[in-house]
């Protein structure tokens, strides 16, 4: 079955330290994107990818950064620079690369907690 | 900038009753998606409206583009306990944003 594999599901990080998220899909779709979902809000864009080796900013990238170098994987990486990480992470795809074209396929997301 | 907003927060409701959240932004939209999302889950696409006043139906579902495509809305027709979760609409105007979620409690 095509999808988005997201991993781990639960991630805790230490003060200061760097953590990477996993994001694979096999849709075979062009554009990738990074969500970040605080507890009863919106979806906030931390990064988006519309063709490999290409990466653009959202809204909230600062203390983040990506990889796009397989069509298939997106990690996002959190670094000690993002002072309030505590969050769900979502990872979705689209066969658009133009955002909002068509419809999102999400992954089942990453809960990180820092400690 | 642009931002798309979503009424109500919270809704509770009794099974059977009916339920709508609306979605507005402050500029033309040229579509608007609606996303549904369990409690624990991911979100997941529902359906997609691209054209002024369209209606599309899904069972109990209704979602409307508006008119003046700057709003959207979404009706959920004797509500049952499966359709407990948030309800996001996202819409592409300048850019492409979530809205803040409707999230439905249904009363058995």
């Known amino acids: 079955d095509g999808g988005i594999t997201q991993s781990p599901k639960y991630l805790f990080r230490k003060e200061g330290q760097n953590v990477t998220l996993s994001c694979e899909q096999n849709l075979n779709h062009d554009a990738m994107y990074w969500y970040r979902q605080d507890p009863g809000q919106g979806l906030r864009l931390i990064y988006y990818s519309q063709i490999v080796n290409d990466f653009q900013k959202g809204d909230i990238a600062e203390g983040y950064s990506v990889s796009r170098e397989k069509k298939e994987s997106f990690p996002l990486t959190v670094t000690s620079a993002q002072k309030n990480p505590t969050a769900f992470y979502l990872c979705?795809?689209?066969?658009?690369?133009?955002?909002?074209?068509?419809?999102?396929?999400f992954g089942s997301g990453t809960r990180l907690t820092v400690v | 900038g642009q931002q798309v907003m979503q009424i109500p927060q919270y809704q509770h409701v009794q099974e059977g009753e009916d339920f709508t959240t609306y979605c507005n932004s402050s500029t033309t939209l040229s579509n608007i998606q609606w996303y549904k999302q369990r409690p624990g889950g991911h979100p997941v696409f529902l359906i997609q409206l691209v054209k002024s006043g369209e209606v599309k139906k899904q069972k109990r579902l209704t979602f409307q583009f508006g008119e003046a495509k700057k709003n959207s809305s979404l009706h959920i027709t004797a509500t049952q306990t499966t359709d407990v979760g948030t309800y996001f609409c996202a819409g592409t105007g300048n850019q492409f944003y979530f809205g803040t979620g409707t999230s439905l409690t249904v009363i058995p």
């Open positions: 979705a795809s689209s066969i658009a690369t133009r955002q909002g074209a068509f419809g999102y396929t």
